[in-house]
T-cell receptor, first 118, second 114 residues
Framework: AQSVTQLGSHVSVSEGALVLLRCNYS??????LFWYVQYPNQGLQLLLK??????LVKGINGFEAEFKKSETSFHLTKPSAHMSDAAEYFC????????????????FGQGTTLQVKP | ETGVTQSPTHLIKTRGQQVTLRCSSQSGHNTVSWYQQALGQGPQFIFQYYREEENGRGNFPPRFSGLQFPNYSSELNVNALELDDSALYLC?????????????FGPGTRLTVL
């Protein structure tokens, strides 16, 4: 079974400060990992994904995440927060490999609300 | 390239009623997945349709059903609505089924059950 835990339901940073959103996963097979962002009253937009290539993944809007197998983590970072980064962020995991039952369904964490203070 | 669209945007129903939500997938995508997002929660997988067949289902009762059409658009039907069905319903399309394929999400349908 797969699961995702996002530590901290709310994170508040000042504009220009480092953003760190934490995600730990559990998976019995090598995972694919994703970070999505959701703005109010909108759907989800993919920020970045890990699919077993480079462990440091760069995404859109200056975000990046590092896959650490030993820590079962996939934390999201951005060196300098911008007011427009305020949103809900979701970490998700899906199953890798060509297994016949592998639909690629995403299992999401509970989400972290990022607040950016001026 | 048109993205994923969903209709309606908002819907209000009463307990016991039935509802149909619609999703148009992105051009070139043959797979549609549906998710339920309760307030303050992460999305939960309902089911997936791949080439017009159900291709995986989450932990949802049979009163949640769906269809996928030859043009790969999809419907989500919910019968005998319950208060707990109030949520944002998200549709996502991808080029094909399987892990690692990016899922493109629509804006969602907000369902309120009174």
């Amino acid at each position: 079974a797969q699961s995702v835990t996002q530590l901290g339901s709310h994170v508040s940073v000042s504009e220009g400060a480092l953003v760190l959103l934490r995600c730990n996963y559990s998976s019995s097979v090598p995972p694919y990992l994703f970070w999505y962002v959701q703005y109010p009253n909108q759907g989800l937009q993919l920020l970045l994904k890990y699919t077993s290539a480079a462990t440091l993944v760069k995404g859109i809007n200056g975000f990046e995440a590092e896959f650490k197998k030993s820590e079962t983590s996939f934390h999201l970072t951005k060196p300098s927060a911008h007011m427009s980064d305020a949103a809900e962020y979701f970490c998700a995991v899906s199953r890798s490999g060509p297994h016949s039952s592998n639909t690629g369904k995403l299992i999401f964490g509970q989400g972290t609300t990022l607040q950016v203070k001026p | 390239e048109t993205g994923v669209t969903q209709s309606p945007t908002h819907l209000i129903k009463t307990r016991g009623q039935q509802v149909t939500l619609r999703c148009s997938s992105q051009s070139g995508h043959n797979t549609v997945s549906w998710y339920q997002q309760a307030l303050g929660q992460g999305p939960q997988f309902i089911f997936q349709y791949y080439r017009e067949e159900e291709n995986g289902r989450g932990n949802f009762p049979p009163r949640f059903s769906g269809l996928q059409f030859p043009n790969y658009s999809s419907e989500l039907n919910v019968n005998a609505l319950e208060l707990d069905d109030s949520a944002l319903y998200l549709c996502a399309s991808s080029r094909t089924s399987g892990g690692g394929n990016e899922q493109f999400f629509g804006p969602g349908t907000r369902l309120t059950v009174l």
